[in-house]
């Protein structure tokens, strides 16, 4: 199992960006894949970006595509979300996920989830 620790969260105006980061804890790390999920207030936790243990594959939900990027640095256990031209609509708690297999991170069925950071976007 591993441990992960969101920070970066905020409050920006339309148009800003933020740098979300995920450490997580253990040895470990560069065998997961890793995903970024969030969750606005009366809806269901949705995917927003993932990328595989190596870095060499990664996917995004349409809304995001072009403005977030995600990465990682295996040799800091941490991986990032970078976000760009944020929007209102992107304000939600944001997640950070682990899991052995890609697939399970794109399904929206990680194991392994961190506290959550808020992003707040205002217009």
């Known amino acids: 199992q591993v441990q992960l620790v969101e920070s970066g969260g905020g409050l920006v105006q339309a148009g800003g960006s933020l740098r979300l980061s995920c450490e997580a804890s253990?040895?470990?790390?560069?065998?997961?894949?890793m995903g970024w999920f969030r969750q606005a207030p009366g809806t269901e936790r949705e995917f927003v970006a993932a990328?595989?243990?190596?870095?060499?594959?990664?996917y995004y939900r349409d809304s995001v595509k072009g403005r977030f990027t995600i990465s990682r640095d295996n040799t800091k256990n941490t991986v990032y979300l970078q976000m760009n031209s944020l929007k209102p609509e992107d304000t939600a708690v944001y997640y950070c996920?682990?899991?052995?297999?890609?697939?399970?991170?794109?399904?929206?069925?990680?194991?392994?989830w961190g506290q959550g950071t808020q992003v707040t976007v205002s217009s």
């Open positions: 996920a682990a899991e052995g297999s890609l697939n399970r991170i794109r399904s929206g069925v990680p194991t392994n």
């Open positions: 253990g040895r470990t790390f560069s065998s997961y894949a």
């Open positions: 990328i595989s243990w190596n870095g060499g594959s990664t």
